[in-house]
């Protein structure tokens, strides 16, 4: 699940972390008295959207010369007529597609005056199966373009679980990001802080693009990203309280209120498989034969039969969807409880695309009896290789 950059300093803040005063806006009458709410002289007005890259994006609704989804008001007129001019319009970024995203929220902060940009992030290595720091002194860039361009730049380095940060930890890490002074005496405090929030919370990612250290020697989190792993959103109702659902795809919305593991995608093949790994071949194997898969939809091992029909409605709900290709192996789903749950669906919703079902394993020449016997106008498919061509030839009207 992700958050908005200002929950995600709400939520560093309470662990020490130095984040800047600021006030969300969550509708447009909030925007004057969130202004007037702070000192200035120097207002920052920011886009809340799940998407990098605010800054040089742009605004549907606006001229192609306009400021982008972050700016920098040295007035408190000038903060009110960026904040009024964003707030409600659509901020297209390179994360958020061409669609882009309505800005509903906005958050106004401090302006800081910046020495020096630096990057840091934490994350689980799954390579050596530990949380992982991620730091460099070529902040406020991409990062990616960082590990291309001068991967000598970016530092990993590896905590122990069992002791967290050390303070050799955290020196490290210091001396990485060149911290001196002041900086060097804030970081020591941080680093640790920011580890223990991390742990604490369940957070899959901890991303602070720009850490900015301050013409006073100081550092503060300038912007942050924060993710926090599903499966353990049990353990934090604080934290699920800050789901923005708005910002989210209304197929996944749907498809979590039944436990279904749904992506949605930008092709025109919708998939319904069980198992992650299963679900990801076919998705290959679609892209092999020239097409493109329309989501990641896993039903799990113990699908019912109302689970299968909840995720052949979030597939048919999609409009891009020019046709649908059921690929399961029943080890501990059974075909049969696919094959009901597909024929409850399809006499429910109707079915105005291509269909081809391959079932392998326990009770499957039941399922495949169900399938048949159905009267449905349903393709089977023998293997993963033959469904795959045949969804293919199918929705080119082959």
């Given at each position: 699940?992700?958050?908005?950059?200002?929950?995600?300093?709400?939520?560093?803040?309470?662990?020490?972390?130095?984040?800047?005063?600021?006030?969300?806006?969550?509708?447009?009458?909030?925007?004057?008295?969130?202004?007037?709410?702070?000192?200035?002289?120097?207002?920052?007005?920011?886009?809340?959207?799940?998407?990098?890259?605010?800054?040089?994006?742009?605004?549907?609704?606006?001229?192609?010369?306009?400021?982008?989804?972050?700016?920098?008001?040295?007035?408190?007129?000038?903060?009110?007529?960026?904040?009024?001019?964003?707030?409600?319009?659509?901020?297209?970024?390179?994360?958020?597609?061409?669609?882009?995203?309505?800005?509903?929220?906005?958050?106004?902060?401090?302006?800081?005056?910046?020495?020096?940009?630096?990057?840091?992030?934490i994350l689980v290595d799954r390579t050596v199966g530990r949380p992982a720091f991620v730091v460099?002194?070529?902040?406020?860039?991409?990062?990616?373009?960082?590990?291309?361009?001068?991967?000598?730049?970016?530092?990993?380095?590896?905590?122990?679980?069992?002791?967290?940060?050390?303070?050799?930890?955290?020196?490290?890490?210091?001396?990485?990001?060149?911290?001196?002074?002041?900086?060097?005496?804030?970081?020591?405090?941080?680093?640790?802080?920011?580890?223990?929030?991390?742990?604490?919370?369940?957070?899959?990612?901890?991303?602070?693009?720009?850490?900015?250290?301050?013409?006073?020697?100081?550092?503060?989190?300038?912007?942050?990203?924060?993710?926090?792993?599903?499966?353990?959103?049990?353990?934090?109702?604080?934290?699920?309280?800050?789901?923005?659902?708005?910002?989210?795809?209304?197929?996944?919305?749907?498809?979590?209120?039944?436990?279904?593991?749904?992506?949605?995608?930008?092709?025109?093949?919708?998939?319904?498989?069980?198992?992650?790994?299963?679900?990801?071949?076919?998705?290959?194997?679609?892209?092999?034969?020239?097409?493109?898969?329309?989501?990641?939809?896993?039903?799990?091992?113990?699908?019912?039969?109302?689970?299968?029909?909840?995720?052949?409605?979030?597939?048919?709900?999609?409009?891009?969807?020019?046709?649908?290709?059921?690929?399961?192996?029943?080890?501990?789903?059974?075909?049969?409880?696919?094959?009901?749950?597909?024929?409850?669906?399809?006499?429910?919703?109707?079915?105005?695309?291509?269909?081809?079902?391959?079932?392998?394993?326990?009770?499957?020449?039941?399922?495949?009896?169900?399938?048949?016997?159905?009267?449905?106008?349903?393709?089977?498919?023998?293997?993963?290789?033959?469904?795959?061509?045949?969804?293919?030839?199918?929705?080119?009207?082959?």
């Amino acid at each position: 699940m992700n958050i908005h950059e200002y929950q995600a300093k709400q939520v560093l803040r309470s662990y020490g972390a130095p984040v800047a005063a600021g006030v969300p806006v969550e509708a447009a009458d909030e925007i004057e008295s969130s202004v007037m709410a702070l000192p200035g002289p120097v207002w920052v007005v920011k886009s809340q959207i799940h998407a990098g890259g605010r800054g040089k994006g742009k605004f549907k609704e606006l001229p192609p010369d306009a400021k982008g989804g972050v700016r920098v008001s040295f007035s408190a007129e000038e903060a009110i007529k960026n904040a009024k001019e964003m707030f409600g319009n659509t901020l297209v970024t390179k994360q958020t597609g061409a669609a882009g995203k309505q800005v509903n929220r906005l958050y106004i902060e401090d302006g800081a005056d910046i020495a020096r940009e630096l990057y840091l992030s934490i994350l689980v290595d799954r390579t050596v199966g530990r949380p992982a720091f991620v730091v460099s002194t070529e902040g406020g860039m991409d990062i990616e373009t960082v590990a291309h361009d001068t991967p000598e730049k970016i530092v990993t380095l590896a905590i122990n679980p069992q002791t967290g940060v050390t303070d050799a930890d955290a020196g490290k890490l210091c001396d990485a990001l060149k911290l001196t002074g002041d900086a060097r005496a804030d970081g020591m405090e941080l680093f640790p802080a920011l580890y223990n929030a991390f742990t604490e919370k369940d957070m899959s990612l901890l991303e602070i693009n720009p850490l900015i250290v301050m013409k006073d020697g100081h550092l503060r989190v300038l912007d942050a990203k924060v993710s926090f792993d599903n499966n353990a959103l049990f353990r934090h109702p604080d934290i699920m309280s800050l789901r923005d659902i708005t910002e989210e795809d209304a197929k996944e919305i749907e498809a979590s209120k039944y436990d279904l593991s749904y992506v949605a995608l930008d092709g025109n093949i919708g998939c319904m498989v069980n198992g992650a790994g299963l679900a990801m071949s076919t998705m290959d194997i679609i892209k092999l034969y020239g097409e493109e898969p329309a989501n990641f939809l896993d039903v799990g091992g113990g699908a019912s039969k109302e689970k299968v029909t909840a995720a052949f409605k979030i597939i048919t709900a999609d409009p891009n969807v020019k046709g649908i290709l059921v690929n399961i192996f029943g080890g501990i789903m059974r075909c049969d409880t696919i094959a009901e749950g597909v024929v409850a669906a399809v006499k429910e919703v109707g079915l105005k695309v291509p269909l081809v079902v391959r079932l392998e394993g326990t009770n499957v020449e039941l399922g495949k009896k169900i399938i048949n016997e159905s009267g449905l106008n349903v393709i089977s498919a023998d293997d993963l290789d033959d469904a795959a061509q045949k969804i293919v030839a199918a929705i080119k009207g082959a």
